[in-house]
């Protein structure tokens, strides 16, 4: 161990520092794994309740519709909470609200009230929105140099609920005759309060006036052109992840391929969504942001260039697994990119605007990969996507030539 190394580790301010920041990490690692596992149950069961309690067929997907939209609209709110009071509160909030989910679909089920269903959806929403800002708390209590791992710890999680979810539903759904998921919905309660158990030891540094003030307009922060090429690239990769792994299961499907083929396929994209987590932090450190972005969009386009190739198993799996990776790679790096924007005092209120943009668009995504395959085939789905991938690549180009310039001026 070198000198200076040796000097730090016997710093006893410094070994309580990191014990605390490996605690938060810890805590946020496991919130991830529950919380992530109360959304698998939502996107497992929504659509199959609706279609059970709904008065017309057409209305059987609106409570994940819901979901989704409830997402978009309250990680502002989620965000402000943050800014006001504290991420902690801002968490204990969020995960309040998954508790209620859980208990208004039971109700719902047992009532079958379609509509308390899709109320419930909207607690659902606002869960995942507090949920999404897990990554940047662990960015929070950590050095500068080690942030980006810290974030991808956190989003490693969902390797866990990949696994954890799908349990949860298989075991807990038919334990109360004739209700289909009722147990499960309250399984799900139950885990997001053991969620905000874990939250409660999460020890974040307290908001400051300057924090509450918020830092400088927006309108200057959204002129920033690496902010621009952020925002564009989150919503690109979270964009067309969605967009092509909504249609998914279904084309497949309409190929004449078997249910088990589809659930294995996701299951294996789920997978390489969260796996890459474990190392992109270090890959982000050693490379840079922008370019593990780029790496991101290349996967993304190379899985719609397998899905054309052929209609058979093999190429809807190596498609789904590439596509996980890609967004993986092209999410994370994104939100480095956003931290790189914003001053100290502006963080939440950046970072909330940034969810708000990504999941916004990709609540368009998912109302429109349905239409678009039963209208013009699963071809078109993946011939459009190249569009929006153009875009993402040239909004990093242009920015890396600013930077450059403004270097050599």
Known sequence: ??????????????????????????????????AGANAVVVYATGAIVGNTLAPSPALATLPISIFVVGMAVC??????????????TAF???????????????????????????AAMVFGGAYAAVVLSFRFAAADCTSPERRPRAMSAVMAGGVVAGVFGPQLVTHTM????????????????????????????VRLPKPTAADVAGGRPVSLILRQPRFITAVICGVVSYLL??????????????CG???????????????????PSFFTG??????????????????????????LMGLDVAHFWVGLILLGVGWNFGFLGASALVMECHRPEEKTRVQSLNDFIVFGTMAFGSFASGGLLTSHGWDSVLWISFLPLALATAALIVTAMHRRDGQAA
């Open 1 to 34: 161990m070198p000198q200076t190394e040796a000097i730090s580790a016997a710093d006893p301010a410094l070994v309580a520092s990191r014990r605390r920041e490996l605690g938060n990490v810890t805590r946020l690692v496991a919130a991830q794994a529950l």
């Open 75 to 88: 990680t502002l709110p989620a965000g402000t909470i943050a800014r006001l009071y504290g991420r902690r």
């Open 92 to 118: 204990l909030a969020g995960t309040g609200c998954g508790v209620l989910v859980g208990l208004l679909s039971w109700l719902a089920i047992l009532l079958g009230s379609f509509w308390l269903f899709c």
């Open 174 to 201: 038919n334990l109360w005759p004739p209700y289909l998921f009722a147990a499960t919905y309250l399984a799900q309660a139950a885990v997001a309060a053991l969620s905000a158990l874990v939250l409660l030891g």
């Open 241 to 254: 992840m969605n967009f092509v792994m909504t249609a998914a299961p279904l084309a497949m499907r309409l």
């Open 257 to 275: 391929l078997s249910q088990e083929s589809a659930n294995l396929g996701l299951q294996w994209h789920v997978i390489a969504m969260y796996g």
């Open 282 to 307: 270090r890959l982000i450190t050693r490379f840079g942001a922008s370019r593990l972005v780029a790496a991101g969009l290349a996967l993304i386009a190379a899985s719609s260039v397998v899905g």
